[in-house]
């Protein structure tokens, strides 16, 4: 069974804190993958990896940043959180390379609210 | 206009009948159509997908793609309580493409 867990279910931070959000995934998949979920908007890419230190902008980047040191792990980074970065925060992964990003295993999800 | 359109729902139907979820969508690139189950405060699992156009079953589950239209279904038939969920589609152009989603229909099942 893939497995993919993320550091916290529930997290509070104050305007301009620096948050690390960790995702780690248990089945050797090349792709990992970053989303907010909003209601009424949907999920939304932040930022994707395809391999270790390689990483790719989504579709909403801006105020985030990533990491992917070792393969089994992936870390969004909030430089200066901010209230409009209140969200939930999904991480993913997916196997092989090219052809299957579609086929995606998502973590629980970390609940973040900005004060 | 969203590349990718779902209603929101809620959709409320008694237990043991076929429910009909849609997504339409507007790029015609798109080449693979998935459908994610989202149980309340868990992350979305993939329950299915297809490749270009056809149908697709797998137990009580049958995806429907219509390129020509733009169109996809998802039809659950004896719907159960467990079956309540937020249902997602989602759909890419292959290759190392992103996906796309929905923003989710949410969907009750009344015993």
């Known amino acids: 069974d893939v497995k993919v867990t993320q550091s916290s279910r529930y997290l509070v931070k104050r305007t301009g804190e620096k948050v690390f959000l960790e995702c780690v995934q248990d089945?050797?998949?090349?792709?990992m993958f970053w989303y907010r979920q909003d209601p009424g908007l949907g999920l939304r890419l932040i930022y994707f990896?395809?391999?270790?230190?390689?990483?790719e902008k989504g579709d909403i980047p801006e105020g985030y940043s990533v990491s992917r040191e070792k393969k089994e792990r992936f870390s969004l980074i909030l430089e200066s959180a901010s209230t409009n970065q209140t969200s939930m925060y999904l991480c993913?992964?997916?196997?092989?390379?090219?052809?299957?990003?579609?086929?995606?295993?998502f973590g629980p999800g970390t609940r973040l609210t900005v004060t | 206009q969203k590349e990718v359109e779902q209603d929101p729902g809620p959709l409320s139907v008694p237990e043991g009948a076929i429910v009909s979820l849609n997504c339409t969508y507007s790029?015609?690139?798109?080449?693979?159509f998935m459908w994610y189950r989202q149980y309340s405060r868990k992350g979305p699992e993939l329950l299915m997908y297809?490749?270009?156009?056809g149908n697709k079953e797998d137990g009580r589950f049958t995806a429907q793609v219509d390129k020509s239209s733009k169109y996809i279904s998802l039809f659950i038939r004896d719907s159960q309580p467990s079956d309540s969920a937020t249902y997602l589609c989602?759909?890419?152009?292959?290759?190392?493409?992103?996906?796309?989603f929905g923003t989710g229909t949410k969907l009750q099942v009344i015993p």
């Open positions: 993913a992964s997916s196997p092989l390379g090219r052809s299957t990003t579609y086929e995606q295993y």
């Open positions: 089945m050797d998949h090349e792709n």
């Open positions: 990896s395809y391999d270790v230190k390689m990483k």
């Open positions: 790029n015609s690139a798109f080449q693979y």
């Open positions: 297809t490749y270009s156009s």
């Open positions: 989602a759909m890419n152009k292959g290759g190392y493409q992103k996906v796309t």
